[in-house]
């Protein structure tokens, strides 16, 4: 018996209501985000209108954690099945990876100052936590916030590919707060909420191969005034935060990449369907079909990793082990499909403005942000 896989529905983890969510997710993405795709990859940032249409429509302000969070993966999902890596990448910085530390770890001050504008696309968030030395090893960082009399800090240092960096109001970031000399790697250092209007915050474009979209900066912190109240948890204890958000940013970038492949598996047989290559559709050749038949298959083994995995975290139970493999084996299988779906299209696939090639670009980079898939393997391997 044949069923339509591309119109996933009920299983294991997720009900008829979700099925009847998912339709009306979908409408709205196609209504909000579908029509300016394009003219957004160009202007290399979602527009402001863009921003608050998300937010009208409700799709900014998801459940982070419990039984609605897998609303949450459904709509990362079908986020991902929009195709431009660029879009679903900001989105997820603002609407989670960034406001994730003010939902865990936030005064209640901070979340009633950022998070209903967040949700409503008026404050965009970042997350500035790489420094040119500071990637896969973020012991390593050197911006530093020394501590001032009567409270606050002074910040000086830099970011780098920051996505939302020219356009974010506010960014939450990771420095040194330790007073010694020696800033003592992540032991030493706190996450704070910089609003990008103090004076000493500025931003660079830092444009990429691909996720053209995501408006990817570096950012300059230069003896940056951040006041006592912007510390977000506990001083010095950034490391006990990172951990646990560091996992819930692997299962949210895990679930974006599932929903790109399934895009990219479309647009790849959609064409072998209508191509014709000898006389007859490419689809036609085994060759062909197996090569899709192997994507397919591992496209339904992730796909259905990662809704374990988002139920997993809905039950306050994700695991480094859970989120990594997540995280790696889907980011991995968005390249090997974007580089079969560019390979079949031939020559056309190449150009520059082809969907297949921005499929390819965007993939190039699943593997390297939210934790390269080196560190993942090592993250299992531990793990396992
Ligand atoms: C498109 C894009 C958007 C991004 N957006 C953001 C953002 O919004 N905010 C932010 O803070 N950061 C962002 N980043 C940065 C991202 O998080 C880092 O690129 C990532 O953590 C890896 O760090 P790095 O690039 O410095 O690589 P490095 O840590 O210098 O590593 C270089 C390479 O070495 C290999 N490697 C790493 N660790 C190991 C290991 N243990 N064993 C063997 N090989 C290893 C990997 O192949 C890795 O790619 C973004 C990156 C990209 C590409």
Redesign the pocket.
């Known amino acids: 018996m044949k069923t339509d896989r591309t119109e996933p529905g009920p299983d294991a983890y997720l009900s008829a209501d979700h099925a009847g969510f998912r339709k009306h997710v979908r409408d709205l993405l196609h209504g909000v985000v579908s029509p300016h795709a394009d003219e957004w990859e160009s202007a290399h940032r979602i527009a402001r209108d863009g921003w608050l249409a998300l937010g009208e429509s409700g799709l900014l302000s998801l459940e982070h954690d419990g039984a609605d969070f897998l609303r949450s993966a459904i709509f990362l999902e079908e986020l991902g099945r929009l195709g431009y890596g660029g879009i679903r990448?900001s989105v997820a910085?603002h609407a989670y990876?960034a406001v994730s530390y003010l939902h865990l770890f936030g005064t209640q001050e901070q979340q009633e100052r950022y998070l209903p504008a967040a949700r409503q696309g008026q404050l965009i968030a970042?997350?500035?936590?790489?420094e040119?030395t500071?990637?896969?090893?973020l012991r390593r960082l050197s911006t530093r916030a020394t501590p001032v009399d009567g409270g606050g800090y002074r910040l000086t240092g830099e970011?780098?590919?920051?996505?939302?960096?020219s356009q974010a109001d506010f960014l939450i970031t990771l420095a040194t707060t330790r007073e010694t000399q020696d800033n003592g790697g992540l032991a030493g250092a706190s996450l704070l909420a910089v609003d990008v209007n103090a004076s000493g915050v500025s931003s660079t474009p830092e444009p990429?191969l691909?996720?053209h979209s995501?408006d990817?900066c570096r950012v300059r912190f230069t003896d940056v005034a951040v006041p006592a109240d912007r510390l977000v948890g506990r001083r010095d204890k950034a490391l006990l935060h990172l951990v646990r958000a560091l996992d819930f940013e692997r299962l949210v970038a895990g679930l974006l990449a599932v929903g790109g492949v399934r895009h990219c598996l479309g647009l790849l047989k959609d064409f072998v369907r209508e191509h014709q290559v000898k006389g007859a559709p490419l689809g036609t050749h085994q060759a062909v079909r197996h090569r899709i038949a192997d994507l397919e298959s591992s496209y339904d083994l992730v796909r259905h990793y990662g809704y374990r995995a988002a139920w997993l975290h809905s039950q306050g139970r994700l695991d480094t082990h859970t989120a990594s493999v997540l995280k790696l084996q889907a980011t991995e299988l968005a390249v090997t499909a974007a580089q079969t779906c560019l390979q079949f299209h031939g020559a056309r696939g190449y150009a520059a403005d082809a969907a297949a090639a921005r499929l390819y670009r965007d993939a190039m980079?699943g593997?390297?942000?939210?934790?390269?898939?080196?560190?993942l393997?090592?993250l299992v391997y531990e793990t396992a």
């Open positions: 990448a910085v990876m970042a997350l500035a936590l790489t040119d500071a990637g896969s090893d970011k780098l590919y920051v996505a939302n960096g990429m691909g996720w995501a990817i980079a593997p390297i942000a939210a934790g390269a898939s080196e560190l393997r090592d």
